[in-house]
T-cell receptor
């Protein structure tokens, strides 16, 4: 158990819908990262937040957005969902002392 | 931009065989290097990391990796694999101050009993 929690574990929805994935970092970690893992694209970095501010952006689609709240939990919003958005979405967190990231268990999103 | 290459996409070994998974990165500055493992149905876990110092790094479960700066490589090794090592292995690199991590495409290791 890494100390990073993600909800929900599984999510099944339809094309065109919008969903929100939630992540709580390890206690004391200020950085949160979001990743998408799919069979064809592998592990893709989406976005990083540090203490509420966006710090780095990766291959995140415009239909996707994220934010980090004052209590440091983060949400990833996925809208206008397409079949190709079906994937595992991981959240990770790290503290200020080092770049090592601790991963959550992931949310499996299925778009039908 | 930094990138990470893992040339072996799928490796099949028998138990007790030796393992070496290749990882090359492209970045000329100071880097931090990692190997993560993802067991079937689980999240990524850190195997080992290199920040500085001794280029031969020992991690958990008998894994080690060697940082060779001149070759931009950070290969993962294990002298004798077990069936329980069946997993996907990801090499990753960070650079700069923002801790943005670039992952390789992963290597699926299958160990046959």
């Amino acid at each position: 158990d890494s100390g990073v929690t993600q909800t929900p574990k599984h999510l099944i929805t339809a094309t065109g819908q919008r969903v929100t994935l939630r992540c709580s970092p390890r206690s004391g970690d200020l950085s949160v990262y979001w990743y998408q893992q799919s069979l064809d694209q592998g592990l893709q970095f989406l976005i990083q937040y540090y203490n509420g501010e966006e710090r780095a952006k990766g291959n995140i689609l415009e239909r996707f957005s994220a934010q980090q709240f004052p209590d440091l939990h983060s949400e990833l919003n996925l809208s206008s969902l397409e079949l190709g958005d079906s994937a595992l979405y991981f959240c990770a967190s790290s503290d200020q002392r080092g770049p090592e990231q601790f991963f959550g268990p992931g949310t499996r999103l299925t778009v039908l | 931009a930094q990138s990470v290459s893992q040339h072996n996409h799928h490796v099949i070994l028998s138990e007790a065989a030796s393992l070496e998974l290749g990882c090359n990165y492209s970045y000329g500055g100071t880097v931090n290097l990692f190997w993560y493992v993802q067991y079937p149905g689980q999240h990524l876990q850190l195997l080992l990391k290199y920040f500085s110092g001794d280029p031969l790094v020992k991690g958990i479960k008998g894994f080690e990796a060697e940082f060779i700066k001149s070759k931009f490589s950070f290969n993962l090794r294990k002298p004798s694999v077990q069936w329980s090592d069946t997993a996907e292995y990801f090499c990753a690199v960070t650079s700069g101050g923002y801790q943005k991590v670039t992952f390789g495409t992963g290597t699926k290791l299958q160990v046959i009993p």
